[in-house]
């Protein structure tokens, strides 16, 4: 394994709604034997005992908080060998301090986007990617329209993205329509059959996911493609969230500010940039902290690498060719205190929770309820090891999240506006959860 500076050429969102379908929430701790089967099969043993250990004296020390301001690193770590490197490994290296990492294209060599996606130049293969999805409709956003720091978007077909995309190259990479991006298409949630990547280990305790997989409805998985010149403007992901992003062919350039850094950006209005690298930053009238700010971290993503994002590091990427990539964003025991942080954040900035609802796409009570599935799984889990002394699949793993969950929801019950919630009608009381998950994390600590 090496775990260092990476070789030459490493150089330094979704805002939907998460309208949470509570009547749909059908997983309890009373379910039957066959669907505890189900349940506990894809738990697997990421975590051993430990990195349990590791991680709880962590969070223990942190006292309920969350890590503070920090400056960025001198440079990315790039992780080259998949054998080498475990789930306790990341854990240790970039999950419990909050750190930026790039893996080699050696961990998706395998993937089959990578492999039907890509002519064996290295391009986006239009004609497969035609076949193959030409008539779904995806969403496409305007590179040269700011639309509060955003983009505005538009839906199409993907053949005629690609039309379009055609074209832009053979203008020069120019277009009377400016320069359009796909981005935010759900590919894997309407083919899930297919093989287009495979999930690696160290992403795979993503609470987002595996609550949207139990509700059948939604994911935060992504596929980003578009043309050199494409980028996304600077912006943290939604909810705090980590994520990852691979690209199947083409470069990304990566410009990140860890957390705290972005607040040196602002704007004397208190608006943080659309574009960090718009020369209005050196504008000391407009922008009066911005040289209190340090450099960004720059990263030059190769085909086939793959970039984690850590919580609440802001950034700001620039497609450096015709590109593809597939994203997730996830949340889990890790960077759950920052989600509730940030939740606690949106309420106090906004003041009433229909609002706050709009602005972060969640408000207290649905974010219960998001709690609620993952905790009655890692229940079922936890319960099913004790009943076979230990033997269950997933135990420190569901111990730790356990852990974690009762920690923010014994916050959020305490919170004056949660309390104001009408908890009556729900199929599990929220004290009484928090009573299930301290009886069951203190009996899998117990000797």
Same mark, same amino acid.
């Given at each position: 394994?090496?775990?260092?500076?990476?070789?030459?050429?490493?150089?330094?969102?979704?805002?939907?709604?998460?309208?949470?379908?509570?009547?749909?929430?059908?997983?309890?701790?009373? &379910?039957? &034997?066959?669907?505890?089967?189900?349940?506990?099969?894809?738990?697997?043993?990421?975590?051993?005992?430990?990195?349990?250990?590791?991680?709880?004296?962590?969070?223990?020390?942190?006292?309920?908080?969350?890590?503070?301001?920090?400056?960025?690193?001198?440079?990315?770590?790039?992780?080259?060998?998949?054998?080498?490197?475990?789930?306790?490994?990341?854990?240790?290296?970039?999950?419990?301090?909050?750190?930026?990492?790039?893996?080699?294209?050696?961990?998706?060599?395998?993937?089959?986007?990578?492999?039907?996606?890509?002519?064996?130049?290295?391009?986006?293969?239009?004609?497969?990617?035609?076949?193959?999805?030409?008539?779904?409709?995806?969403?496409?956003? #305007?590179?040269?329209?700011?639309?509060?720091?955003?983009?505005?978007?538009?839906?199409?077909?993907?053949?005629?993205?690609?039309?379009? !995309?055609?074209?832009?190259?053979?203008?020069?990479?120019?277009?009377?329509?400016?320069?359009?991006?796909?981005?935010?298409?759900?590919?894997?949630?309407?083919?899930?059959?297919?093989?287009?990547?495979?999930?690696?280990?160290?992403?795979?305790?993503?609470?987002?996911?595996?609550?949207?997989?139990?509700?059948?409805?939604?994911?935060?998985?992504?596929?980003?493609?578009?043309?050199?010149?494409?980028?996304?403007?600077?912006?943290?992901?939604?909810?705090?969230?980590?994520?990852?992003?691979?690209?199947?062919?083409?470069?990304?350039?990566?410009?990140?500010?860890?957390?705290?850094?972005?607040?040196?950006?602002?704007?004397?209005?208190?608006?943080?940039?659309?574009?960090?690298?718009?020369?209005?930053?050196?504008?000391?009238?407009?922008?009066?902290?911005?040289?209190?700010?340090?450099?960004?971290?720059?990263?030059?993503?190769?085909?086939?690498?793959?970039?984690?994002?850590?919580?609440?590091?802001?950034?700001?990427?620039?497609?450096?060719?015709?590109?593809?990539?597939?994203?997730? #964003?996830?949340? #889990?025991?890790?960077?759950?205190? #920052?989600? !509730?942080?940030?939740?606690?954040?949106?309420?106090?900035?906004?003041?009433?929770?229909?609002?706050?609802?709009?602005?972060?796409?969640?408000?207290?009570?649905?974010?219960?309820?998001?709690?609620?599935?993952?905790?009655?799984?890692?229940?079922?889990?936890?319960?099913? &090891?004790?009943?076979?002394?230990?033997?269950?699949?997933?135990?420190?793993?569901?111990?730790?999240?356990?852990?974690?969950?009762?920690?923010?929801?014994?916050?959020?019950?305490?919170?004056?506006?949660?309390?104001?919630?009408?908890?009556? &009608?729900?199929?599990?009381?929220?004290?009484?959860?928090?009573?299930?998950?301290?009886?069951?994390?203190?009996?899998?600590?117990?000797?």
């Amino acid at each position: 394994m090496r775990v260092g500076p990476k070789p030459q050429g490493l150089v330094g969102r979704k805002r939907g709604a998460l309208c949470l379908l509570v009547s749909r929430l059908v997983l309890t701790v009373s &379910a039957p &034997a066959e669907v505890r089967r189900r349940v506990l099969r894809p738990v697997r043993s990421w975590m051993d005992r430990e990195t349990l250990a590791l991680a709880d004296r962590h969070f223990r020390g942190l006292g309920g908080g969350v890590p503070g301001v920090g400056q960025a690193p001198g440079r990315v770590a790039f992780v080259s060998e998949p054998g080498a490197f475990s789930y306790a490994d990341f854990v240790r290296g970039f999950l419990l301090p909050n750190l930026p990492c790039v893996f080699s294209s050696a961990f998706t060599q395998g993937w089959g986007s990578r492999r039907r996606w890509v002519t064996p130049a290295g391009r986006p293969d239009f004609d497969h990617l035609l076949r193959t999805y030409g008539d779904v409709v995806v969403p496409v956003a #305007n590179c040269g329209v700011q639309e509060y720091n955003s983009n505005p978007k538009e839906h199409m077909p993907l053949r005629d993205y690609i039309t379009y !995309w055609k074209e832009y190259i053979e203008g020069g990479y120019s277009s009377p329509r400016g320069c359009l991006y796909l981005k935010d298409w759900h590919l894997c949630r309407d083919f899930p059959v297919e093989d287009v990547f495979t999930l690696p280990v160290y992403f795979s305790s993503d609470w987002l996911n595996e609550f949207w997989d139990a509700l059948d409805v939604d994911d935060y998985r992504f596929v980003y493609a578009g043309p050199a010149g494409s980028w996304s403007p600077f912006h943290a992901d939604i909810f705090r969230s980590f994520s990852w992003s691979v690209n199947v062919c083409g470069r990304k350039k990566w410009l990140l500010f860890p957390p705290g850094q972005e607040e040196a950006l602002r704007d004397r209005h208190g608006n943080l940039p659309y574009d960090v690298t718009s020369p209005a930053l050196c504008d000391t009238h407009l922008h009066p902290r911005s040289q209190l700010a340090g450099p960004p971290l720059e990263i030059t993503q190769e085909a086939g690498e793959m970039v984690f994002v850590p919580s609440g590091w802001h950034h700001q990427v620039h497609n450096l060719d015709d590109t593809i990539s597939i994203n997730h #964003n996830w949340v #889990n025991g890790f960077n759950l205190a #920052n989600m !509730w942080r940030f939740l606690q954040q949106e309420l106090c900035a906004v003041q009433e929770e229909v609002i706050m609802r709009s602005c972060s796409g969640i408000n207290f009570e649905e974010f219960y309820h998001f709690l609620k599935v993952i905790a009655e799984k890692r229940l079922l889990v936890l319960r099913e &090891a004790a009943a076979e002394d230990g033997a269950g699949l997933g135990f420190e793993q569901a111990a730790f999240d356990a852990g974690r969950i009762t920690e923010v929801l014994a916050s959020l019950i305490a919170h004056p506006n949660f309390q104001r919630v009408d908890t009556s &009608a729900f199929s599990l009381r929220p004290k009484e959860l928090l009573q299930q998950l301290r009886e069951a994390v203190d009996a899998a600590v117990a000797p």
